[in-house]
Each structure stands twice: as structure tokens, then as C-alpha cells.
């Protein structure tokens, strides 16, 4: 547990001095609801923007005095922040929508900030690596050509199957990025991931490769202990798995889906409307930590390394952090490659809700049966909007603006929530936030229109 560090009156009294010393770029402190806050995380180096906020002053400067917690799970987490043990946390972009909507546990939550962009990877056995190699292209250097397509991994699952032995992956979360990437990348190559139904929830239906959940800092160790044959996590777990030399990473998510949203702050929607100035405070304080993560082209990631490796964050060593963290990603041991943009916590509007991404996360649950009926466009785009809160984000954005702590240019100040459609995957495919289920049925495999599960069938037109 990560403890408040200074005394209420202390800083009140330093947030006074500041403010008389700023002149016009003084901050305008809000009349918080709430200023005491406990706000949970998972041990990954995407949850850098709670760490930054709160080493930095950020939360403080904003008047808020904050407690962080890391978390067991995913689901422990979840139910914390909806009992109000928590009062927000680092969430899985999934997780509010899918409670929104209830698949699992029934909760309306919000989310006001994205937190980043990309930073997963899937990693396979030092074994099944080595049966994949002979399917890969060599580049001119002769190393494996990126990105490695799942076609490679094809006669891997074959032979297993043909030894009555299944292929076991994991990922954190029924409703993680990394169950919906990994799933994006195994279909890419023609490899069925499973459905889900509403009575069989392991989404193991009718799947060549079995997918079940596995905490992210015991992915590594249970790839090693051979329960699993490959994994799909944030960092820094694909890289600790290089440096272990234990597992090989094949693909990241930017290669997936170029600037993949990731991980977003969530909050219940009671507690943004009984507490609305303590959330604008707390977006303000995260767009702050995001700002510096990676101004001046990343210049502050060597710190912020050395943060995220003290053991009540993240706790890897810094080396395996540094590894994914300042610009570059290897793969096979000793194939390091310059990976800019694998980690992006404010670029590319990084930070903004934006409704198409809810939608994407939306149309991948439909895919594979956690939204088990069909729902017309509509329904995607009402959804989205109940759920990502662009309009806090902005106010915020606006506030900083006004203070001289952030650029107006750094903010889609005009957009209408929606990215331009884009062909950005793996697999080519254009992805239209307004058009949900178009973009639904031209995926090869998955559910399309009226399809559903009905025991382990796929039924309907």
C-alpha cells in the first residue's frame, strides 16, 4: 500500500503559496466533494499514470490526498471499486463496459481517461517457438519477419491435436484487450479461439486453442511450469519472460491493431455524479501524469522506470520494465528491435474516451458470444455513450489549458467521439465505429448477424 504523504493543512497551505506566486497561470481549485481517495491498480507498467500522478504531486496539487493499492486480480478489483472499498482504479477497457451491460458482474461504470495505448504482447514456450521458427520468413538480417502472422502457429495446434493433447493459452480476463487481441490474432490465421454462451462462460466452444485466465504476474511462471503453452499480458511479463529465457514474445498488440486502446481509469457512475469536482480533479491529475510520460520524446521514461520498479508498483526488476518501456521490444533473446510507440500514454490523443473504441471492445464481446443475441448500431453507439465520458475529459483538458499546465493543440477538441475508419489490423480489415455490425460480419470467423450459441452449435442466419 502506497500511503498519503503529507498533512491536509501543509498543503493547503503550500497550494496557496503556489497559487499566490503563479499569477495567471494559477490553478483553479475546485471545491472538492471528496479528497480522500483509495484507488486500486495490477502490477503493470500501464497503471504508470497513477504512479506518476501520485510521485509527482499531481493528486496533491489538485487537492486530493490518495491512497494506491494494488490488487489481487482483475475481479477482485472490479468488485472493490463497485462496493466502494475502492474508489477508482487502472481497469481493463473491457471491464466497464461488459459490467455495464452485465455480462458478469451487473454495475453501471464510467470511465473519463483513457490510459494508454498498446503494451501487450503474446509470448510463446521456448517449445513451441522452436516448432513455429521452420513456418517464419527470414528478413534480409535473417531474422524472423514481423509481424508473425497465427498462420505460423497452424501446424503447431495440428500436431497437438494429432497427439490428443490440447493447446492451452492464457490471457487475464474474459473481457481483457488480451483475451479480445489474442482471439483477433489466432482468427487472423484461420484458428478458431472458442465462443461463449450463456451457460458454458469458458469460451472454450467449438476453440482449436483453449483460452482460460491467468493473473498477469503468474503468467510467466506458468508457462514455465507447462500448464500453459503461450500467454497473451501487458509488460512487463512478456519481457521478463525473455529474460528468464523461458518464452519467446511473437507478436505485440501494435502489430495486432496499430495504437490499440488499452487500459482506462474506472469509476462507478454514482460515484462521478455525487462526487463530479473530486472526478474532474482526478482527471486533471492522470492527463498531468500522462503529459510527462512521454513529453519530450519520452525523455522522462528512465525515471519513470525507476518508479514502476519499486516494489508497491509494478516490482520487476527495471531492466525487464526498461525493456518495453523506453523504445524498443525484443523477442527472441537478444533480437531487440526499436519499438517507439509501444508504449504511448498521451500521444495520439491517447488519453481521450473515445466512443469507437467502446464500440470495437462492444463488436469482439458480439463476436464471440458474451453479447450473446444481435443489437442494431444503435445499441453499440448508446452503449459507448452511457460508459466513456468524453465531455469530463474535456472540461478537464480545458481547465489545464487555462492554467498553462498543458497545449491546446494536444486535445481533439472538435471531434465527434468517433476515429476515422481504419485497416490497421493484422488482417487488414477496416474497423468504422459507426457501422459496428458491418464491421461484425466481414470478419472471417466469429458470430454475424442473427448467429448465436446453442449448445455447442452455431445456429441462425
Known sequence: M????????????????????????????????????????????????????????????????????????????LDRVITGELDGAHMLAGQPLAATIGFGTKA???????????????????????MMKPNIPLDADGKPEHPIKADTLQPVIAKYKAQGKPFNLGMVFPVSTHNYELRYWLASGGINPGYYSAGDVSGQIRADALLSVTPPPQMPATLEAGTIDGYSVGEPWNQAAVFKGIGVPVITDYEIWKNNPEKVFGLTKEFTEKYP??????????IRAAIWLDENNNANRPEAVEILSKPEYVGADAKVIANSMTGTFEYEKGDKREVPDFNVFFRHFATYPYYSDAVWYLTQM?????IPEHKEDAWYAETAKSVYLPDIYLKAAQMLVDEGKAKKEDFPWDTDGYKPATSDFIDGVTYDGHQPNAYIDSLKVGLKGEQKIEGADVVGG
Open 2 to 77: 502506497v500511503p498519503g504523504r503529507r498533512l491536509k493543512c501543509s498543503l493547503m497551505m503550500a497550494a496557496l503559496l503556489f497559487g499566490a506566486a503563479a499569477g495567471n497561470a494559477r490553478a483553479e481549485m475546485l471545491d472538492l466533494e471528496k479528497d480522500e481517495l483509495k484507488l486500486g491498480f495490477i502490477k503493470l507498467t500501464d497503471m504508470a499514470p497513477l504512479a506518476i500522478a501520485y510521485e509527482k504531486g499531481y493528486f496533491e496539487d489538485e487537492g486530493l490526498f490518495v491512497t494506491l493499492e494494488p490488487q489481487a486480480n482483475w475481479k477482485v478489483l
Open 108 to 130: 453501471h461504470i464510467v470511465t473519463p481517461f483513457s490510459m494508454d495505448l498498446n503494451g501487450n504482447a503474446i509470448t510463446v514456450s521456448n517449445a513451441v517457438w522452436e
Open 277 to 286: 469536482n473530486t472526478t474532474l480533479a482526478l482527471t486533471k491529475a492522470l
Open 366 to 370: 458480439r463476436r464471440w458470444g458474451q
